[in-house]
């Protein structure tokens, strides 16, 4: 890997985004939106407080992996891919660029959300803020690395969509969050534990409940070690172009 090609291709990622009001509305604007309507409907209830930092992690993840991955796939049908392909730069190169512009996107995605939801809907953190906001983080960057693991499967733009149901939804009913892991049917909780956004809401939820770094570590480092194994496989399963 190149750390000079790797750069640019970030850089280059950034410049498109930078460009395109309606993506950063999505990337940006939206989840606040979606937090913003939970905290209006539940107003006077404790609901916020036990749910939001669940939302704060779950909505840029949703978000980041449709947008990582249609505009992956985007860039390998127009053939931007394939003329990258003929440089020296190589697919590590690509993926790690696309992983730290969106990364770098995730950044500001999830400070806006969690500033958003703390000092205007009102949210009360019983744990500490700023393990909830790196969690948010990493959930938003497991997204991003979840769509570029998912590009490669896709063949257009429509197929990367409806792989978001088949890769997102079952975690979502299996991580904890519409019922308790201890209180599923055996063979579920078993699935659960090999999913990675199962770990993200554990962390999230210990800390709503009032721990601390120490508590969740565990969890965090499973998220960051799923966010890698997905990085490598997006790196070995990249294809130049859609045939």
């Known amino acids: 890997m190149n750390p000079t090609s ?3 291709t970030a850089g280059r990622v950034l410049r498109q985004i930078r460009n395109d009001p309606r993506t950063i509305g999505i990337l940006i604007a939206l989840p606040c939106v ?10 006077g209830t404790p609901v916020l407080d036990q749910f939001g930092p669940l939302l704060v992690g779950l909505f840029p993840l949703i978000v980041m992996f449709l947008v990582t991955s249609v505009a992956t796939l985007r860039e390998r049908q127009s053939g931007t891919l394939e003329r990258l392909m003929t440089t020296p730069v190589g697919k590590a190169d690509v993926v790690v660029g ?11 995605q999830a400070c806006v959300l969690a500033a958003f939801t703390v000092w205007v809907c ?5 744990g500490e803020l700023w393990v909830v906001l790196l969690v948010a ?15 490669a499967v896709a063949r257009t733009e429509f ?10 939804f079952p975690q979502l009913i299996t991580c904890g969050l519409l019922m308790p892991r201890d209180a599923m049917p055996a063979a579920l909780e078993a699935v659960s534990r090999v999913l990675p956004l199962t770990y993200g809401m554990e962390a999230l939820q210990d ?4 721990a601390g770094f120490a508590e969740v570590r565990g969890a965090i480092g499973v998220v960051v070690l799923f966010i ?14 859609t045939p």
């Open 122 to 126: 009102g949210m009360d953190v019983a």
């Open 137 to 151: 983080v990493l959930d938003a960057v497991l997204g991003t690395a979840l769509g570029l693991a998912a590009s």
């Open 6 to 8: 790797t750069l640019a």
């Open 34 to 43: 979606l937090v913003g309507l939970v905290a209006w409907m539940f107003d």
């Open 228 to 241: 890698v194994g997905a990085l490598v496989l997006g790196a070995t399963t990249l294809r130049r172009r």
């Open 207 to 210: 800390l709503a409940a009032g």
């Open 98 to 108: 696309y992983a730290l512009a969106f990364g770098a996107i995730a950044v500001l």
């Open 159 to 168: 197929q990367a969509v409806q792989l978001m149901p088949v890769i997102i």
